[in-house]
């Protein structure tokens, strides 16, 4: 029996829960919002921001997106910071924190 | 070795949306070793925060194949995982895809309770790799003391008060163990350097055998740390020499890091956690300097054993 997490209202019996406890759906965390619990949240300056991806190397919520994009100067596919996912955020500040102290592309407001 | 942007452009296979706290040390451990590991993955995991976080029904943070054991048996169940697929190989039944095995556990997971399986599983020799993430107590239960909890912090099993200074003993030396199993590759890192990290991964998965890392990782909530203060907390541990960035390969000690001059006191870094709060006021100056001259004295021993493999010559 395949098992939908999406339909899943946290009221199951035992008979209809997944077989052997198998979870299905690989990466189905992200269907859980974590970014209500933030009290402060992060703000991007694509403009200062270099995409050197410190910030990503350390999120420990997987929140700094990544694309693809050409690098003009160089002609080659070039991947780039391209903003952070508040969705899952939960403003820990961590971003800020590491990004080079001279670009300082992130800072930290109250988040309502 | 790996870029950032070489490990950025791949797709994440452990995601967001997981309960650990904000701020929390651990998740990149795992974002990273799956990044810098080009082959599929298995993991296997320990109960501790991390399974705990990424696995609470019906969710999963993985997007690779992930199999949570009790506390005492990550490592048996990754070696029998292991077998299995060495075993269906060889017989045919399934190709050869070059998984990789992984299994993983707290402290509290492998310093105490799961390190009779983990000795069994290196000495076996399988081909595994153990990940240890170590922030210091049983932060998943509430902060009790484990073997890697550090000389007089606070735990709630071991409370600083008028009798006790906190945790009065002293750390296990975990990655040491592990060299005693006479393992092809044992290092020590921590969570706060994408690069050292990632470089270990990689030379990891290039050994055929059991390997083990153990990482240091914050928890703001039992270290009682600024959540912001995630990354400059374990580089610190670093620069304080409290934990040296070290490999040990075929048994020879290699130092990855020395900050020679730029050392800092340890106090510069207990000073920042809660948990080490107590030994700031007046009357625990022995205390602190006891902390010190211990570190001085591991450092230096480390230095030398480091120094004595250098002059013999890479393996
Ligand atoms: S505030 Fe924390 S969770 Fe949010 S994007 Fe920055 S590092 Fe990630
Ligand atoms: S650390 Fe700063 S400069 Fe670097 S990618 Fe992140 S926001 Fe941009």
Same mark, same amino acid.
């Given at each position: 029996?395949?098992?939908?997490?999406?339909?899943?209202?946290?009221?199951?019996?035992?008979?209809?829960?997944?077989?052997?406890?198998?979870?299905?759906?690989?990466?189905?965390?992200?269907?859980?919002?974590?970014?209500?619990?933030?009290?402060?949240?992060?703000?991007?300056?694509?403009?200062?921001?270099?995409?050197?991806?410190?910030?990503?190397?350390?999120?420990?919520?997987?929140?700094?997106?990544?694309?693809?994009?050409?690098?003009?100067?160089?002609?080659?596919?070039?991947?780039?910071?391209?903003?952070?996912?508040?969705?899952?955020?939960?403003?820990?500040?961590?971003?800020?924190?590491?990004?080079?102290?001279?670009?300082?592309?992130?800072?930290?407001?109250?988040?309502? | 070795?790996?870029?950032?942007?070489?490990?950025?452009?791949?797709?994440?296979?452990?995601?967001?949306?997981?309960?650990?706290?904000?701020?929390?040390?651990?998740?990149?451990?795992?974002?990273?070793?799956?990044?810098?590991?080009?082959?599929?993955?298995?993991?296997?995991?320990?109960?501790?925060?991390?399974?705990?976080?990424?696995?609470?029904?019906?969710?999963?943070?993985?997007?690779?194949?992930?199999?949570?054991?009790?506390?005492?048996?990550?490592?048996?169940?990754?070696?029998?995982?292991?077998?299995?697929?060495?075993?269906?190989?060889?017989?045919?039944?399934?190709?050869?895809?070059?998984?990789?095995?992984?299994?993983?556990?707290? +402290?509290?997971?492998?310093?105490?309770?799961?390190?009779?399986?983990?000795?069994?599983?290196?000495?076996?020799?399988?081909?595994?790799?153990?990940?240890?993430?170590?922030?210091?107590?049983?932060?998943?239960?509430?902060?009790?003391?484990?073997?890697?909890?550090?000389?007089?912090?606070?735990?709630?099993?071991?409370?600083?008060?008028?009798?006790?200074?906190?945790?009065?003993?002293?750390?296990? +030396?975990?990655?040491?163990?592990?060299?005693?199993?006479?393992?092809?590759?044992?290092?020590?890192?921590?969570?706060?350097?994408?690069?050292?990290?990632?470089?270990?991964?990689?030379?990891?998965?290039?050994?055929?055998?059991?390997?083990?890392?153990?990482?240091?990782?914050?928890?703001?909530?039992?270290?009682?740390?600024?959540?912001?203060?995630?990354?400059?907390?374990?580089?610190?541990?670093?620069?304080?020499?409290?934990?040296?960035?070290?490999?040990?390969?075929?048994?020879?000690?290699?130092?990855?890091?020395?900050?020679? +001059?730029?050392?800092?006191?340890?106090?510069?870094?207990?000073?920042?956690?809660?948990?080490?709060?107590?030994?700031?006021?007046?009357?625990?100056?022995?205390?602190?300097?006891?902390?010190?001259?211990?570190?001085?004295?591991?450092?230096?021993?480390?230095?030398?054993?480091?120094?004595?493999?250098?002059?013999?010559?890479?393996?």
């Amino acid at each position: 029996m395949s098992f939908d997490p999406q339909k899943y209202t946290g009221a199951l019996t035992v008979g209809e829960l997944p077989e052997g406890g198998i979870w299905t759906e690989p990466g189905s965390s992200l269907m859980r919002k974590t970014g209500d619990w933030k009290t402060l949240k992060p703000v991007w300056d694509k403009n200062k921001c270099i995409s050197c991806l410190t910030c990503w190397a350390y999120c420990p919520d997987s929140c700094i997106k990544i694309e693809k994009a050409l690098n003009e100067k160089t002609g080659k596919e070039d991947v780039k910071n391209a903003g952070i996912d508040l969705e899952h955020c939960k403003g820990c500040g961590i971003c800020a924190a590491v990004c080079p102290p001279k670009v300082a592309a992130i800072t930290m407001e109250k988040a309502r | 070795m790996a870029t950032l942007k070489e490990l950025a452009a791949k797709e994440e296979r452990f995601v967001g949306g997981h309960t650990s706290c904000a701020g929390c040390g651990y998740p990149n451990i795992f974002r990273l070793t799956l990044a810098a590991i080009k082959e599929p993955v298995a993991v296997v995991g320990a109960t501790g925060c991390c399974e705990v976080n990424t696995s609470i029904f019906p969710y999963t943070s993985w997007k690779v194949p992930f199999l949570h054991n009790a506390f005492e048996n990550s490592a048996a169940t990754c070696s029998g995982v292991e077998a299995a697929y060495q075993s269906l190989v060889k017989s045919g039944k399934i190709k050869d895809e070059s998984f990789r095995f992984i299994a993983f556990g707290g +402290d509290g997971g492998t310093y105490d309770i799961g390190l009779q399986s983990l000795s069994g599983a290196m000495e076996r020799g399988h081909d595994m790799l153990y990940i240890c993430y170590d922030n210091g107590a049983y932060m998943n239960t509430g902060i009790q003391r484990s073997g890697a909890t550090p000389r007089y912090a606070n735990t709630t099993t071991a409370p600083v008060g008028k009798v006790n200074p906190g945790k009065r003993q002293k750390k296990k +030396d975990l990655a040491k163990i592990m060299v005693g199993h006479n393992v092809p590759y044992v290092a020590q890192t921590i969570a706060g350097n994408w690069k050292d990290l990632t470089n270990k991964i990689e030379k990891a998965m290039s050994i055929r055998g059991p390997k083990f890392i153990v990482v240091l990782a914050t928890c703001p909530l039992g270290w009682v740390t600024k959540t912001q203060d995630t990354v400059k907390l374990t580089q610190m541990a670093v620069d304080s020499c409290f934990w040296p960035l070290y490999e040990v390969e075929n048994g020879k000690y290699k130092l990855n890091y020395d900050p020679k +001059d730029k050392k800092i006191p340890v106090a510069d870094w207990l000073k920042l956690q809660g948990r080490f709060k107590h030994l700031f006021k007046t009357g625990n100056e022995t205390l602190l300097a006891e902390i010190q001259s211990e570190v001085d004295q591991d450092w230096e021993s480390l230095k030398a054993l480091c120094d004595f493999h250098s002059k013999q010559g890479v393996v």
